[in-house]
T-cell receptor
Framework: GAVVSQHPSWVICKSGTSVKIECRSL??????MFWYRQFPKQSLMLMAT?????????EQGVEKDKFLINHASLTLSTLTVTSAHPEDSSFYIC????????????FGPGTRLLVL | GESVGLHLPTLSVQEGDNSIINCAYS??????FIWYKQESGKGPQFIID?????DKRQGQRVTVLLNKTVKHLSLQIAATQPGDSAVYFC??????????FGSGTRLLVRP
């Protein structure tokens, strides 16, 4: 149990385009979903916390107009990188918190974004 | 601010030996702690967690020890196998449900 999927697993896009990444909890209802980004050889950096049906809470320094997060259901959250630039190239990882087990976050496999 | 640090950025062990990965944290409000394993190009994988009202928890081949007095925890892996090679993160959490990831420790298992 506790499987989280992400789609796509990797994406290459041109500078200025927008990219949408989906995060799904497959076998549980995710009360909260989280979005992280990770640069090579670095740790995970929390970008935002997303609760179903409400606006996402962004961490300091993360532009909410650039990284649009939608959490329309208990099993799906999306991250849209708008007007992507090369510096947005990174590994984006989502996690989902199972409300039944309270604290534990289960992570998706990640999405590698390359902006040319 | 919050900080989570690891004493050893890289740990090299012989296959079959036990591994100990250490983690220090600074937030006294942390009331649960999760260890994750991340292989290259993949998302973190849950290994084991422990709540602040415990000082030890055991899983399959893994044991986590928590010392709240000095804000330190460790992950012990018994009979380390090549498949254990990865980066290990400890992630303290609090009532906000946010996890703060440390810099990670790379575990290398020598055959």
């Amino acid at each position: 149990g506790a499987v989280v999927s992400q789609h796509p697993s990797w994406v290459i896009c041109k500078s200025g385009t927008s990219v949408k990444i989906e995060c799904r909890s497959l076998d549980f209802q995710a009360t909260t979903m989280f979005w992280y980004r990770q640069f090579p050889k670095q740790s995970l950096m929390l970008m935002a916390t997303s609760n179903e049906g409400s606006k996402a809470t962004y961490e300091q320094g993360v532009e909410k107009d650039k990284f649009l997060i939608n959490h329309a259901s208990l099993t799906l959250s999306t991250l849209t990188v708008t007007s992507a630039h090369p510096e947005d190239s990174s590994f984006y990882i989502c996690s989902a918190r199972d409300g039944r087990t309270q604290e534990t976050q289960y992570f998706g496999p990640g999405t590698r974004l390359l902006v040319l | 601010g919050e900080s989570v640090g690891l004493h050893l950025p890289t740990l090299s062990v012989q296959e079959g030996d036990n591994s100990i990965i250490n983690c220090a944290y600074s937030n006294s409000a942390s009331d649960y702690f999760i260890w994750y394993k991340q292989e290259s190009g993949k998302g973190p994988q849950f290994i084991i967690d422990i709540r602040s009202n415990m000082d030890k928890r055991q899983g399959q081949r893994v044991t986590v020890l928590l010392n709240k007095t000095v804000k330190h925890l460790s992950l012990q892996i018994a009979a380390t196998q090549p498949g254990d090679s990865a980066v290990y993160f400890c992630a303290p959490g609090d009532s906000s449900y946010k996890l703060i990831f440390g810099s990670g420790t790379r575990l290398l298992v020598r055959p």
